[in-house]
């Protein structure tokens, strides 16, 4: 069964730290995986995509990292701001062609000031 | 420079009644999508229509129906509500229903079915 586990459900950090979020997959056969940031009440915004043949890949103070072998994932964030509040979605796709889209339950991130 | 754009943004059914969310995008995408997304559990797909003209069953279709009216538009009815469908609706579109291409989600509808 393609499943996507992300950890930890929740995080609380102060403004200014940096934190990792993890992903943990079982889906196959393996296209790319993405990361979403999703604000309350708003839609999932991308933040990276990654091939298989991609071990990182950044976007701002956003980097995630891909081990395609152990099927792991992290999303660090650097010097967190308030504006990074929000839920953080991983995403796997599996390749039918169609992009499948197998998401995770998100981890919630509360930047504190 | 809209992206995707949602209708409406709540609303409130009582059991049984119908209703059609709405969804439009102007950045020309081939794909478009709808999902479900409940607490505890990841987005799911309910429909998807790959291209003008066409449209296929994701995940969970039972008690919706879709229709992709033109190439900027795609909606999503419920005929007959039950309370199981209370969730928070997303459509999202893509240049093409393959791999490697980037979603764009509109901001979402949610559904309360009481």
Known sequence: ?????????????????????????????FSNLRWYKQDTGRGPVSLTIMTFSENTKSNGRYT?????????SSLHITASQLSDSASYICVVTVNTGFQKLVFGTGTRLLVSP | NAGVTQTP????????QSMTLQCAQDMNHNSMYWYRQDPGMGLRLIYYSASEGTTDKGEVPNGYNVSRLNKREFSLRLESA??????????ASSEEARTNYGYTFGSGTRLTVV
Do not use: H, M, W
């Open chain 1, 1 to 29: 069964k393609n499943q996507v586990e992300q950890s930890p459900q929740s995080l609380i950090i102060l403004e200014g730290k940096n934190c990792t979020l993890q992903c943990n997959y079982t889906v196959s056969p």
């Open chain 2, 9 to 16: 943004k709540f609303q409130v059914l009582k059991t049984g």
């Open chain 1, 64 to 72: 995630a990292t891909l081990d395609a072998d152990t099927k792991q």
């Open chain 2, 82 to 91: 039950a309370p199981s469908q209370t969730s928070v609706y997303f459509c």
